[in-house]
């Protein structure tokens, strides 16, 4: 009996995490309008490839990389100017559209407002209002005294606003912004400990988002 009700409980959740994306027919997408009617403009075979650790330390980047499996699509294509792309589960944004490092990261969570996802330091630090000397002092300062390669490691949360269609980077100095008007949820970060963690500000924006679905 007490299995039963934690297969059910585990289903119950799987449902309710998957149910918090929406799906995208698989395919690439031109642009984000594409991506708001869920409509790709290009279809091809192309591989996910998860990157390893090694290989963003040596070139930097985000998580995600498209290796074209159809001989007519072009790497340079992939990675420089398709703007997302969707296997059918996943939706995966071109983060070199916005100035954040090159190659993809996955949307973690959405609603009728936001997309939700973690990626590199920006490119252009102007274009998200930071200047490098805060930098180290943020996001409870896992950007102090460590070396280039390590950096590129370094994920931090973003918000996608639909409406604008602008991307924003979500510290601990702003993500009440956000999440204000969740009381509840508010008052659970207000008590969090490590305010300025990474994961932190993700599960708490995931959770927001989600809320408002």
Same mark, same amino acid.
């Given at each position: $009996?007490? &299995?039963?009700?934690? %297969?059910?409980? %585990?289903?119950?959740?799987?449902?309710?995490?998957?149910?918090?994306?929406?799906?995208?027919?698989?395919?690439?997408?031109?642009?984000?309008?594409? =991506?708001?009617?869920?409509?790709?403009?290009? +279809?091809?075979?192309?591989?996910?490839?998860?990157?390893?650790?090694?290989? /963003?330390? $040596?070139?930097?980047?985000? !998580?995600?990389?498209?290796?074209? /499996?159809?001989?007519? =699509?072009?790497?340079?294509? %992939?990675?420089?100017?398709?703007?997302?792309?969707? !296997?059918?589960?996943?939706?995966? #944004?071109?983060?070199?559209?916005?100035?954040?490092?090159?190659?993809?990261?996955? /949307?973690?969570? @959405?609603?009728?407002?936001?997309?939700?996802?973690?990626?590199?330091?920006?490119?252009?630090?102007?274009?998200?209002?930071?200047?490098?000397?805060?930098?180290?002092? $943020?996001?409870?300062?896992?950007? *102090?005294?460590?070396?280039?390669?390590?950096?590129? #490691?370094?994920?931090?949360?973003?918000?996608?606003?639909?409406?604008? @269609?602008?991307?924003? /980077? =979500?510290?601990?100095?702003?993500?009440?912004?956000?999440?204000?008007?969740?009381?509840? %949820?508010?008052?659970?970060? =207000? &008590?969090?400990?490590?305010?300025?963690?990474?994961?932190?500000? $993700?599960?708490?924006?995931? +959770?927001?988002?989600?809320? *408002? &679905?």
């Amino acid at each position: $009996m007490r &299995n039963s009700i934690s %297969l059910f409980i %585990l289903a119950l959740f799987c449902n309710i995490t998957f149910a918090q994306m929406e799906s995208y027919p698989k395919g690439g997408y031109a642009n984000l309008q594409e =991506v708001f009617d869920k409509t790709p403009s290009s +279809e091809f075979n192309v591989e996910i490839e998860r990157r390893s650790k090694g290989k /963003i330390k $040596m070139v930097a980047g985000n !998580d995600y990389q498209l290796n074209p /499996i159809d001989k007519l =699509v072009k790497n340079k294509f %992939l990675k420089n100017e398709l703007y997302a792309y969707s !296997d059918g589960s996943i939706l995966l #944004l071109n983060c070199k559209k916005y100035e954040i490092q090159f190659w993809y990261s996955k /949307i973690e969570a @959405e609603n009728d407002n936001y997309f939700v996802f973690r990626a590199g330091l920006p490119s252009n630090f102007e274009r998200y209002g930071l200047e490098a000397s805060n930098l180290p002092y $943020m996001f409870g300062g896992i950007i *102090s005294g460590i070396s280039a390669a390590k950096r590129a #490691l370094i994920r931090l949360p973003y918000i996608l606003d639909k409406k604008s @269609e602008e991307v924003y /980077i =979500v510290s601990e100095e702003d993500i009440l912004e956000y999440i204000g008007d969740n009381k509840d %949820l508010k008052e659970k970060y =207000v &008590n969090e400990p490590q305010k300025g963690d990474v994961d932190i500000l $993700m599960r708490y924006l995931i +959770e927001w988002v989600n809320s *408002s &679905n």
